[in-house]
């Protein structure tokens, strides 16, 4: 039996967040992952916003980034292109694209240096409640051994075993649950350096198609759908559409991913007794472009914030433990919330009317770009997204 405060399961950028603010609360902390490296296989196209990581406090490294965005294209089904690129625009969300393999250990090793002691290759078999606290049972390498923790934090993506094992329902219905898959491919052409592009309409049914370049002629391209509305699988959309691009014609893949995104928003319960859920698992992503880095982390530090203050409290029940549903609701509500409307209201579009969105687009200008911004001007051209969005701004 290994005693410690705190177990974190999922060592992703939600769970590392957590396992390091708790280690800086003053809590003994365990993370462990089933995998024998954190961050492979990645399972984004790897983007953030430079806001979200300053709010995090990160510090960008050139050890992690591989491209800064200089702008977005966003091309509907009858090859309309809106282009929104640096020299034109102000960008207050532009970002970077990540190497996640690289981030992701940076990420594990700032909890490392935190406090936190790590644990790979070690998969979660199961969990019991006891009076105070939970029983972790793990296996690694084929050797058995049990964690006892006052709380557990559960951060281990979207399937969400553990908080599924510990009776808090999953953070995503079947309908609302992506189906993604993405190739990293060398020899892509780039119309114009540094844009992230964006593919919308029937090439990918509930979701959209992206293109992110990550330096020299090598991009993250992928697709999300959701599979009630697809007639294909996923990877047939994303091979479809791989074939017919003139800007992957000499593309070649080197190596694939594939995996469930949550866009349902937040799942209705974060916290038991002794218990929390962040990242993926408690459904931290925007429902808009399913991206889950900046969110997650950020649902992982109020875990990890409010684990510490209960440990240093003696007080981990669920009466205490809520304080992380309201600051965790506090942190993402706004963004989640809103962009769940406008994902709603863009899965109402057929082929024809992004068309005509487009096109009342072309000519348009803009001081500065965000999805605020163009969602602004979205109710500006459209009547049908005025009644649907009209309380967004």
């Known amino acids: 039996m290994i005693e410690t405060d705190v177990v974190v399961v999922g060592s992703g950028p939600a769970g590392s967040s957590a396992a390091k603010h708790a280690a800086l609360g003053g809590a003994k902390v365990i993370l462990m992952d089933k995998k024998s490296e954190i961050g492979a296989p990645k399972r984004c196209a790897e983007g953030v916003s430079i806001q979200g990581l300053e709010k995090l406090g990160i510090e960008p490294s050139p050890r992690w980034i591989t491209q800064e965005i200089q702008g977005v294209r966003i091309q509907t089904p009858d090859t309309t292109d809106v282009w929104l690129t640096k020299d034109e625009v102000k960008l207050p969300e532009a970002g970077y694209i ?4 690289v981030f992701d250990k940076h990420m594990a090793m700032d909890a490392a240096r935190a406090g ?39 951060a281990d993506g979207p399937e969400g075993h553990v ?5 808090l329902r999953p953070a995503a219905k079947a309908k609302e649950m992506e189906s993604g898959v993405q190739y990293e491919m060398c020899n892509v052409e780039f119309e114009k350096p540094g844009i992230i592009e964006f593919y919308l309409g029937s090439c990918a049914p509930g979701g959209y198609v992206w293109i992110f370049p990550k330096g020299d002629d090598i991009a993250n391209v992928g697709l999300a759908i959701l599979p009630h509305m697809a007639e294909k699988t996923a990877i047939e959309y994303l091979d479809d559409f791989v074939a017919k691009s003139p800007y992957l014609k000499n593309a070649q893949a080197v190596e694939m991913n594939v995996g469930g995104d949550p866009v349902g928003g937040m799942t209705k319960k974060l916290y038991d007794d002794n218990i929390l859920v962040c990242g993926d698992a408690a459904g931290q992503v925007n429902p808009l472009t399913g991206g889950g880095i900046i969110s997650g982390m950020t649902g992982g530090m109020c875990a ?64 500065k770009i965000s999805t605020t911004e163009l969602v602004k001007k979205v109710i500006k051209v459209s009547p049908k997204a005025l009644l649907k969005l009209g309380k967004f701004v």
Do not use: P
């Not at 990540?98 to 393999?101: A, D």
């Not at 908080?163 to 009776?167: Q, V």
């Open 98 to 101: 990540l190497e996640r393999k």
């Open 116 to 154: 936190a002691e790590i644990r790979i290759k070690t998969l979660v078999t199961g969990i019991e409640k006891i009076e105070n606290g939970y029983l972790v049972f793990t296996e690694s390498m084929g050797k058995e051994e049990v964690f006892k923790c006052k709380i557990l934090i559960a």
């Open 163 to 167: 908080a599924r094992w510990a009776g």
């Open 304 to 367: 990890g914030q409010i684990a510490a203050k209960a440990i240093n409290e003696e007080d981990c029940s669920k009466k205490f433990l809520k304080k992380y549903d309201e600051m965790a609701h506090d942190e993402l509500d706004h963004e989640i919330k809103r962009y769940k409307k406008v994902q709603e209201y863009l899965l109402t579009l057929s082929d024809e009317e992004l068309n005509e969105l487009a096109h009342a687009f072309e000519g348009a200008t803009f001081d």
